[in-house]
């Protein structure tokens, strides 16, 4: 079946430092990737997708790039802000022609805290 | 546009109870989902509704069960409530018009948060 594998966490950075927050997957189909994030109290909000191999999707100053050659899809950000602080998921549906698109395959999730 | 709606926010039940959970979709969106949140199993696919038909089930027992009505709205039911069921229930919505990938992602409401004591 389908997974997605999130570096650990937590990840506690300074403001302005450089982010990477790494996403594996493996899928039987091509999938779509997703990162989603979660601040406290509330839901998920997609921040970006990418939907065949090398895209790129990019929000808010946040990037990642579909790698089927490493089945990656790395969460990037040059300059985190205070405000970035949240929990990020790496997600996956399956696509190409299936009946999956209504269900997301989520990686673990990563705590991100970024201190003044 | 109003997001995803869902009711209640919170719900203490206790163990053996049922519980009923509504889901409010964006406007003019047809497919919903519903996912479990616990801290243990992260973010677990329950079952996908479209059209008043589940289309995919997740790997949950028969205890959780859904639906979907003719405005698209959904309620998702948890019989014979465990601890273990105490979790953020998230429900999502999608536009879903095939051959328009856009419309498959994915929005979420901001959840309803169950405790079974």
């Known amino acids: 079946g389908n997974s997605v594998t999130q570096m650990e966490g937590p990840v506690t950075l300074s403001e302005e430092a450089f982010l990477t927050i790494n996403c594996t997957y493996t899928?039987?189909?091509?999938?779509?990737l997703f990162w989603y994030v979660q601040y406290p109290g509330e839901g998920l909000q997609l921040l970006l997708k990418a939907t065949k191999a090398d895209d790129k999707g990019s929000n808010k100053g946040f990037e990642a790039t579909y790698r089927k050659e490493t089945t990656s899809f790395h969460l990037e950000k040059g300059s985190v802000q205070v405000s970035d602080s949240a929990v990020y998921f790496c997600a996956l549906s399956e696509s190409a022609g299936g009946t999956s698109y209504g269900k997301l395959t989520f990686g673990q999730g990563t705590i991100l805290t970024v201190h003044p | 546009k109003a997001g995803v709606t869902q009711t209640p926010r919170y719900l203490i039940k206790t163990r053996g109870q049922q519980v009923t959970l509504s889901c409010s979709p964006i406007s003019g969106h047809r497919s919903v989902s519903w996912y479990q949140q616990t801290p243990g199993q992260g973010l677990q696919f329950l079952f996908e509704?479209?059209?008043?038909?589940?289309?995919n089930k997740g790997n949950f027992p028969g205890r959780f069960s859904g639906r979907q009505f003719s405005n698209s709205r959904s309620e998702m039911n948890v019989s014979t409530l465990e601890l273990g069921d105490s979790a953020l229930y998230l429900c999502?919505?999608?536009?879903?018009?095939?051959?328009?990938?856009?419309?498959?992602?994915?929005?979420f409401g901001p959840g309803t948060r169950l405790t079974v004591t």
């Open positions: 509704y479209f059209s008043e038909t589940q289309r």
């Open positions: 999502a919505s999608s536009l879903d018009l095939s051959g328009t990938l856009k419309s498959y992602e994915q929005y």
């Open positions: 899928a039987t189909g091509y999938p779509s």
